[in-house]
């Protein structure tokens, strides 16, 4: 299986400042169709995750410009600029290159 | 608008089994993969499998094989996940969710908690 690792954050982050949480892979996640499948989703609190970011680095419909994708083959970065109230909760990354898809284990972020 | 309506919250005993339901509306049913993804209680997610409710083909974690079963009703343009043999492991917030194109999960449940206990 394709383990996805994520880091934490220096929490609480406080509002207006930017934030940037990584994962990793332990495969390269680029497919042959020069697309990398990777997945950003955002879990508020007592709620069902929400997709943020696709395919590394393309905005899900309706999310805020405050956040990008980006990252290599096996190194990704979700960036958060100006974090504000809504954005508190569990990010998760997920690959969808390979069965079984994985998610990594989660990185909270608190506003201080 | 596109909405996964769940089933109520499930209390069962070790052992037993559990059949819980996704009911979609909004879009073509039988044209999208239906996932589901399980997350213990403080934990993150799990994936669990799909079902491709257009022909009924599905695809699992081979760590779920054996544990759980996905259906789905083109009639009533609901999905379900069955859960067999159930003991305390099995106890987590079960989500379905649709997959938009190519990959990802662009609309979840709201998530049907299963608790097991005696």
């Known amino acids: 299986d394709i383990v996805m690792t994520q880091g934490a954050l220096p929490n609480p982050v406080p509002s207006g400042e930017s934030a940037s949480i990584t994962c990793q892979s332990s495969k390269s996640l680029l497919h042959s169709n020069g697309k990398t499948y990777l997945n950003w989703y955002l879990q508020r609190p007592g709620q069902s995750p929400q997709l943020l970011i696709y395919w590394m680095s393309t905005r899900a419909s309706g999310v805020s410009d405050r956040f990008s994708g980006s990252g290599s083959g096996t190194d990704f970065t979700l960036k958060i600029s100006s974090v504000e109230a809504e954005d508190v909760g569990v990010y998760y990354c997920?690959?969808?290159?390979?069965?079984?898809?994985?998610f990594g284990g989660g990185t909270k972020l608190e506003l201080k | 608008q596109v909405q996964l309506q769940r089933s109520g919250a499930e209390l069962v005993k070790p052992g037993s089994s559990v059949k819980i339901s996704c009911k979609a509306s909004g879009y073509t049913f039988t044209s999208y993969d239906m996932h589901w993804i399980k997350q213990q209680p403080g934990n993150g997610l799990e994936w669990i499998g799909w079902i491709y409710p257009g022909n009924g083909n599905t695809k699992y974690n081979p760590k779920f094989n054996g544990k759980a079963t996905l259906t789905a009703d083109k009639s009533s343009s609901t999905a379900y996940l069955h859960l067999s043999s159930l003991t305390s492991e099995d106890s987590a917030v079960y989500f379905c969710?649709?997959?938009?194109?190519?990959?990802?999960?662009?609309?979840w449940g709201q998530g049907v908690m299963v608790t097991v206990s005696s």
């Open positions: 997920q690959q969808f290159l390979e069965y079984p898809w994985t």
């Open positions: 969710a649709r997959r938009g194109l190519p990959g990802y999960f662009d609309y």
